[in-house]
T-cell receptor, first 114, second 114 residues
Framework: ETGVTQSPTHLIKTRGQQVTLRCSSQ?????VSWYQQALGQGPQFIFQ???????GRGNFPPRFSGLQFPNYSSELNVNALELDDSALYLC?????????????FGPGTRLTVT | AQSVTQLGSHVSVSEGALVLLRCNYS??????LFWYVQYPNQGLQLLLK??????LVKGINGFEAEFKKSETSFHLTKPSAHMSDAAEYFC????????????FGKGTRLSVIA
């Protein structure tokens, strides 16, 4: 069974640019959540996708957007990058939506905005 | 609304000593509670979870936690620390409905001294 994978591992972008981060869910999982983890902080919920539809969103501006594909892989897009967007971005997949279902986390993508 | 407070951003114990990491939560609905561990440059791994069954929850690597509703606490313990336990630990809460995300505390860094 393949776990959650994320690409790229590291990324350096310039302020104002756009970035796309990718996530492959664990086999059989239909729900994916994205989190932002700033240095020294706990992860913060960005949004969740369930069967290709957005199923909840945290306190992040619209320049953070996402997609989930029919194979349940997912993308996180961030437009107009700001210095504060520098963080570890974590993707987590689960068998279904709902708090009782364990979320399996990928290793993350480290984004640095200069 | 839900929130998590982890008391102590850094805890240091001797190898073989008791590990106690504190977590208090606030939730407007019956909570599900989780402890995750994060090793350097890695994603999050679930240690254990409480989903309204037994209040004493046993997890991996010898860790356990007790849900105390009256104290709104979910402290993590391990009788005897091992060097390999050194990592960042996060407590998280979610609601028991379909689209409540994980809300994380700020984390506690555990150091184990030989």
């Amino acid at each position: 069974e393949t776990g959650v994978t994320q690409s790229p591992t590291h990324l350096i972008k310039t302020r104002g640019q756009q970035v796309t981060l990718r996530c492959s869910s664990q086999s059989g999982h239909n729900t994916v959540s994205w989190y932002q983890q700033a240095l020294g902080q706990g992860p913060q919920f960005i949004f969740q996708y369930y069967r290709e539809e957005e199923n909840g969103r945290g306190n992040f501006p619209p320049r953070f957007s996402g997609l989930q594909f029919p194979n349940y892989s997912s993308e996180l897009n961030v437009n107009a990058l700001e210095l504060d967007d520098s963080a570890l971005y974590l993707c987590a997949s689960s068998l279904d939506r709902g708090g009782s279902y364990e979320q399996y986390f990928g290793p993350g993508t480290r984004l640095t905005v200069t | 609304a839900q929130s998590v407070t982890q008391l102590g951003s850094h805890v240091s114990v001797s190898e073989g000593a008791l590990v106690l990491l504190r977590c208090n939560y606030s939730s407007s609905v019956p909570p599900y509670l989780f402890w995750y561990v994060q090793y350097p440059n890695q994603g999050l791994q679930l240690l254990l979870k409480y989903t309204s069954a037994a209040t004493l929850v046993k997890g991996i690597n010898g860790f356990e936690a007790e849900f105390k509703k009256s104290e709104t606490s979910f402290h993590l313990t391990k009788p005897s620390a091992h060097m390999s336990d050194a990592a960042e630990y996060f407590c998280a809460v979610s609601g028991n409905s379909g689209n409540t995300p994980l809300v994380f505390g700020k984390g506690t860094r555990l150091s184990v001294i030989a």
